[in-house]
């Protein structure tokens, strides 16, 4: 009887231990990783993606306007700011009654940039 082999497996163990040891004195530490994990969770929500999408492309809106540009109730827009607030992806600046919402930063920018380029482009042939 033949053994059958994962693909997912190693054969031989510690084939790279340059590579291992590099990893795990580079690798984030936990609350590093909580933080990480708390923002993808942020943009793992449609509404709050596409709210931020908006605001990518806009630079700068208010809670009517992002309801109307998404075709989102400016309740639900409301309730996702307050979140993305907290996490610090979007700040806001009060102009009179309204408050104007933008990404924080250019790190949020360039997430959403990449992320969308990451999910539109073409893998190489005979890669995936």
């Known amino acids: 009887m033949s053994v059958v082999e994962g693909l997912d497996g190693c054969v031989v163990v510690g084939v790279h231990p340059e590579k291992v040891r590099l990893v795990v004195e ?11 994990s708390a923002v993808f969770k942020l943009l793992g929500d449609p509404t709050r993606a596409r ?7 806009a630079g700068e809106l208010c809670v ?11 309740a639900t827009v409301s309730q996702a700011l307050r979140l993305l607030r907290a996490s ?4 806001g600046r ?15 920018r360039l ?5 969308r380029e990451h999910i539109t482009h ?3 042939p005979g890669r995936r």
């Open 64 to 74: 009517c306007d992002l309801a109307a540009s998404t075709a989102t109730a400016e």
């Open 94 to 108: 009060r102009e009179g009654r309204n408050v104007f919402y933008r990404l924080s930063d250019a790190h949020v």
């Open 111 to 115: 997430l959403l940039d990449v992320t």
């Open 26 to 36: 580079n690798a984030p530490d936990a609350d590093e990783l909580t933080r990480v």
């Open 122 to 124: 073409e893998p190489e």
């Open 88 to 91: 610090g992806v979007v700040t």
């Open 51 to 57: 709210l931020l999408y908006a605001l990518l492309e």
